[in-house]
Each structure stands twice: as structure tokens, then as C-alpha cells.
């Protein structure tokens, strides 16, 4: 074999390890979850508006109607809940590659959704569908001290996509602008929070001039070392050298400092910098640190699985009447729960069909692993997706995603005219509104506003 093939080899086929492993995948799914349920929700008033919409690819436009509110939102509630039971362990490959394609749709079907971490998101839920499923008492032996490795060509795949992104990102900020710090000056001028940075170089004999050009050539640098260090974790895995281990402890440091500036700034780009700290603790720690958290977060589960589910209880294809019967009335009662309960308490467009399509996916999955894995596995899917429809229910219920949802609605109604429509949306903004921020007056202005061209012989809006 050539010296090529091994390089190649070792990159994409050495060892991974395990806690590393399933502490990433995890925690970008369970992330996702929530990101979508709070953050894209609120947006999605905005969905056909006036009949118009253009998507992100001229063939989706063709095809398929103007995207509505019901839509867009029906489908970020099956995503983020898909999401979620990704992160419960209750999907294997056909419902990541499907929670892909449910969360591709999510931003391809309008350039309203133009944050570009989202379609960073769609290559990491591929890579993750297309990787080995991995239950925690498998990627966490019995002592934290004990390390466990496997084999995984998409996460290496994963780490690649973050080099490429960081160097993508490194060459983009080479233009004259971000090099002399004109943007960074721009940035500061707003707020200023660059200042105390800006008086202590000038209290080192730099001058204004020459600090804003280090700090623009200072990007760049940092994210070519962040880039370096994910190609390391490609190259190398986990048996990288003491000098490759040092430069991934530097890359650690100037991720965490360059998303945490971004935090700072106050810069509108989602949840982005919350993803990349994860991504970046979980592929530079060390990995015995990696073990122990993962070991710690997942003993509550594994010791609970272990009192609930013992492996007793036919763990093989269904033979027991009883087991099977309690597996089923679980898989249904949790079924039922999300379409009755869940889909009205949601108080949402898309809260229709969501949840049912959400319960199908649920019901099918417990069927499957009732016929292969035993009653075991089905009653583990069921409580997953217990959890699953409870975190979803909590992340709508006491954030202001809804509040948010409405109000959004009533003041794009109100810039266009749309009174009515204004009205109904502030009405239901107002029942879901946090202390001191009803919009009630709003409601009073609209009001005004129709009583005016009532007088004035204007037909209703």
C-alpha cells in the first residue's frame, strides 16, 4: 500500500472515539431542537406574505405554491421535533436522512431564512445520518476512565466540513475591507465595545491606525488556525501527536474567544456561535474529559433504563405476551398524547399536522423496532419520544415564541395596511404576552386607525 492510501486510510477510517463521538452528535441535535422551536417560529408570520415568495432555488419556485405561515411553521415543529428524537437515540438512519430532508425544506423554501448556519446544519444532520448508531451504555463503558473508540468516516467527514468552513470564512475576510479593520470600525461604532481594547493598545504605543489593521489581519489568522486544527482531528483522529494536541488546545482557544467576541458584538446570526461551541469543546477537549462529562450526563439515563427496562425484558424479537402488550400501550398512549394533547396546546399554525405526521413517524418507528429488537426496544422509542414531545412542549410554552409569532404578524399586517389582520394578530399576541409587554396599545392605535377611515367612507381593511 502506498503512502497515500495509508494517509487516506488512517484520515477517514482510524479510530473515533465514542464518547467523543456520541456527546457531538447528540448535543447538535438536542441543539437544534430547541434553535428551531424558539428562534425560527417567531419568523414565520412572515411566509406569503402579500403572495409573494422566492425561494432558494428557481426549481422549488416552479414547483410548489407560495410558501404559507401554516406550512413553514408545521414544518419547523416536525423538524425540531425530529431533532429531538435524534437526540433521544429514538431515530436511526431512514429518520435522520428524513429529519434532513424536513429541515432542508425548512430554509429552501424562502430566502426569508437567509442565516447561512442553517444550511451548515443540513451537512451535519447528513453526516450524522449516515454514521453509526450508537447507544450511550455502548459509547460509555462502566467507568469514565475506560476509553472506547469506533469507526465513523462521516464524523471525520463532520470535522472536514468545520475545516472547510473556518478556511472558507478565513479567505473571505482577506478582502482589503476586513484586512485594514474598515468593517471592525463599523462594527464599533455602534456600540463601542471594541474601545476598551482600542485605549489599551494605544496605552502600548499603538496607534489607532495600526490597531484596527491588527485586528482586521487578526481574523484571518484565527480562522486559519481554527481550520487547521479540525483538518488535525481529520488527519490524525484521536492519535494525534503532543504537537498536533497542542495546536487543537490553541484552535480550542480561538474558537471559544472568536464566537464568544461574536456573542459580545451582539451580532444577529442565530444560535450559530452556541453550535460552534459545542463543536469545539467536544472535538478538542481532551478526551478523557470528553468521557467524563458524557459518562455524567448520561449515568441519570442509564441508570434509569436499567430499573425501567431491564435487559430482562425480552430484549429479542417479541415472545412475551405482557412485555409486548406494555411496550404497545406505551407506544400508543404517547402517540395519543401528542395528537390530542400536544397539537391543541401548541396553539399554532401547522400545530394541525405536525403533531399527527410527528405521531405517525413515532408509531412506525415503535413498530419496527417491536419486530426486530423486541419489546425493549419499542418501549424505549415511546419514552424518547415522550421526552421528545414534553421538550417541546416546554421550549413553546415558557419562551416567547408564540408572543413573538403574533406580534411579528400584527406589525407586518399594520405596515401594510391590513387592520384586521392586525387587530387578530395583536389579540393573540396579547394572550401570550410576558409581563409589561401586552400590546394592547397597539390594538388601541389600530382601532383609531379604522375608526378614521370609517369616517372617511374608506371600505374596510
Same mark, same amino acid.
Given at each position: 500500500?502506498?503512502?497515500?492510501?495509508?494517509?487516506?486510510?488512517?484520515?477517514?477510517?482510524?479510530?473515533?472515539?465514542?464518547?467523543?463521538?456520541?456527546?457531538?452528535?447528540?448535543?447538535?441535535?438536542?441543539?437544534?431542537?430547541?434553535?428551531?422551536?424558539?428562534?425560527?417560529?417567531?419568523?414565520?408570520?412572515?411566509?406569503?406574505?402579500?403572495?409573494?415568495?422566492?425561494?432558494?432555488?428557481?426549481?422549488?419556485?416552479?414547483?410548489?405554491?407560495?410558501?404559507?405561515?401554516?406550512?413553514?411553521?408545521?414544518?419547523?415543529?416536525?423538524?425540531?421535533?425530529?431533532?429531538?428524537?435524534?437526540?433521544?437515540?429514538?431515530?436511526?438512519?431512514?429518520?435522520?436522512?428524513?429529519?434532513?430532508?424536513?429541515?432542508?425544506?425548512?430554509?429552501?423554501?424562502?430566502?426569508?431564512?437567509?442565516?447561512?448556519?442553517?444550511?451548515?446544519?443540513?451537512?451535519?444532520?447528513?453526516?450524522?445520518?449516515?454514521?453509526?448508531?450508537?447507544?450511550?451504555?455502548?459509547?460509555?463503558?462502566?467507568?469514565?476512565?475506560?476509553?472506547?473508540?469506533?469507526?465513523?468516516?462521516?464524523?471525520?467527514?463532520?470535522?472536514?466540513?468545520?475545516?472547510?468552513?473556518?478556511?472558507?470564512?478565513?479567505?473571505?475576510?482577506?478582502?482589503?475591507?476586513?484586512?485594514?479593520?474598515?468593517?471592525?470600525?463599523?462594527?464599533?461604532?455602534?456600540?463601542?465595545?471594541?474601545?476598551?481594547?482600542?485605549?489599551?493598545?494605544?496605552?502600548?504605543?499603538?496607534?489607532?491606525?495600526?490597531?484596527?489593521?491588527?485586528?482586521?489581519?487578526?481574523?484571518?489568522?484565527?480562522?486559519?488556525?481554527?481550520?487547521?486544527?479540525?483538518?488535525?482531528?481529520?488527519?490524525?483522529?484521536?492519535?494525534?501527536?503532543?504537537?498536533?494536541?497542542?495546536?487543537?488546545?490553541?484552535?480550542?482557544?480561538?474558537?471559544?474567544?472568536?464566537?464568544?467576541?461574536?456573542?459580545?458584538?451582539?451580532?444577529?446570526?442565530?444560535?450559530?456561535?452556541?453550535?460552534?461551541?459545542?463543536?469545539?469543546?467536544?472535538?478538542?477537549?481532551?478526551?478523557?474529559?470528553?468521557?467524563?462529562?458524557?459518562?455524567?450526563?448520561?449515568?441519570?439515563?442509564?441508570?434509569?433504563?436499567?430499573?425501567?427496562?431491564?435487559?430482562?425484558?425480552?430484549?429479542?424479537?417479541?415472545?412475551?405476551?405482557?412485555?409486548?402488550?406494555?411496550?404497545?400501550?406505551?407506544?400508543?398512549?404517547?402517540?395519543?398524547?401528542?395528537?390530542?394533547?400536544?397539537?391543541?396546546?401548541?396553539?399554532?399554525?401547522?400545530?394541525?399536522? +405536525?403533531?399527527? !405526521? =410527528? #405521531? @405517525?413517524?413515532? *408509531?412506525?418507528?415503535? $413498530?419496527?423496532?417491536? /419486530?426486530?429488537?423486541? &419489546?425493549? +426496544?419499542?418501549? !424505549? =422509542? #415511546? @419514552?424518547?419520544? *415522550?421526552?421528545?414531545? $414534553?421538550?417541546?412542549? /416546554?421550549?413553546?410554552? &415558557?419562551?416567547?415564541?408564540?408572543?413573538?409569532?403574533?406580534?411579528?404578524?400584527?406589525?407586518?399586517?399594520?405596515?401594510?395596511?391590513?387592520?384586521? &389582520?392586525?387587530?387578530?394578530?395583536?389579540?393573540?399576541?396579547?394572550?401570550?404576552?410576558?409581563?409589561?409587554?401586552?400590546?394592547?396599545?397597539?390594538?388601541?392605535?389600530?382601532?383609531?386607525?379604522?375608526?378614521?377611515?370609517?369616517?372617511?367612507?374608506?371600505?374596510?381593511?
Amino acid at each position: 500500500m502506498s503512502d497515500g492510501s495509508r494517509i487516506w486510510n488512517r484520515a477517514w477510517y482510524g479510530p473515533v472515539s465514542s464518547a467523543r463521538y456520541w456527546l457531538i452528535t447528540r448535543a447538535v441535535l438536542a441543539l437544534a431542537a430547541i434553535d428551531t422551536w424558539l428562534l425560527m417560529i417567531p419568523r414565520g408570520g412572515r411566509y406569503g406574505a402579500g403572495g409573494f415568495n422566492v425561494a432558494h432555488f428557481a426549481w422549488i419556485d416552479s414547483l410548489f405554491p407560495v410558501p404559507t405561515p401554516r406550512a413553514y411553521v408545521g414544518t419547523i415543529l416536525l423538524s425540531g421535533f425530529l431533532a429531538a428524537l435524534g437526540a433521544t437515540g429514538v431515530l436511526r438512519r431512514p429518520g435522520l436522512l428524513l429529519l434532513t430532508a424536513v429541515y432542508s425544506a425548512s430554509w429552501m423554501m424562502s430566502q426569508l431564512d437567509s442565516y447561512q448556519h442553517h444550511y451548515f446544519l443540513t451537512w451535519v444532520f447528513l453526516c450524522i445520518a449516515l454514521g453509526p448508531h450508537l447507544a450511550a451504555r455502548d459509547a460509555f463503558a462502566p467507568t469514565p476512565a475506560e476509553p472506547r473508540t469506533i469507526q465513523a468516516w462521516s464524523f471525520k467527514l463532520f470535522a472536514a466540513i468545520g475545516a472547510v468552513l473556518y478556511a472558507y470564512t478565513a479567505v473571505s475576510k482577506t478582502e482589503p475591507e476586513w484586512r485594514s479593520g474598515e468593517v471592525l470600525i463599523r462594527i464599533n461604532d455602534s456600540e463601542g465595545k471594541l474601545e476598551p481594547f482600542r485605549h489599551f493598545a494605544n496605552n502600548l504605543g499603538i496607534d489607532d491606525g495600526s490597531f484596527w489593521t491588527l485586528m482586521g489581519h487578526s481574523v484571518v489568522l484565527v480562522q486559519i488556525v481554527i481550520a487547521l486544527a479540525y483538518l488535525s482531528y481529520v488527519l490524525y483522529g484521536e492519535r494525534a501527536s503532543s504537537p498536533v494536541r497542542a495546536m487543537r488546545y490553541i484552535g480550542l482557544f480561538a474558537a471559544l474567544s472568536f464566537h464568544a467576541g461574536a456573542e459580545y458584538f451582539g451580532l444577529r446570526i442565530g444560535w450559530f456561535s452556541y453550535y460552534m461551541f459545542v463543536m469545539t469543546l467536544g472535538f478538542f477537549l481532551p478526551d478523557v474529559a470528553v468521557r467524563g462529562v458524557g459518562w455524567a450526563l448520561t449515568w441519570p439515563w442509564r441508570a434509569l433504563m436499567g430499573r425501567v427496562l431491564p435487559e430482562g425484558l425480552d430484549d429479542g424479537p417479541p415472545r412475551a405476551p405482557a412485555s409486548v402488550a406494555v411496550a404497545v400501550a406505551t407506544l400508543a398512549l404517547v402517540c395519543g398524547v401528542i395528537v390530542v394533547l400536544l397539537a391543541p396546546a401548541l396553539d399554532l399554525p401547522g400545530a394541525d399536522w +405536525a403533531p399527527a !405526521a =410527528a #405521531a @405517525l413517524i413515532v *408509531a412506525g418507528v415503535g $413498530a419496527v423496532r417491536l /419486530v426486530r429488537r423486541g &419489546a425493549r +426496544a419499542t418501549t !424505549a =422509542a #415511546a @419514552l424518547g419520544a *415522550a421526552i421528545a414531545a $414534553a421538550a417541546l412542549f /416546554v421550549a413553546v410554552e &415558557a419562551s416567547d415564541a408564540r408572543y413573538d409569532y403574533y406580534r411579528f404578524i400584527g406589525g407586518d399586517s399594520s405596515r401594510r395596511g391590513e387592520l384586521r &389582520a392586525a387587530q387578530e394578530a395583536y389579540g393573540y399576541a396579547n394572550t401570550y404576552a410576558p409581563e409589561d409587554a401586552s400590546r394592547f396599545k397597539k390594538v388601541l392605535d389600530i382601532r383609531r386607525r379604522m375608526a378614521r377611515e370609517h369616517r372617511a367612507g374608506l371600505p374596510p381593511r
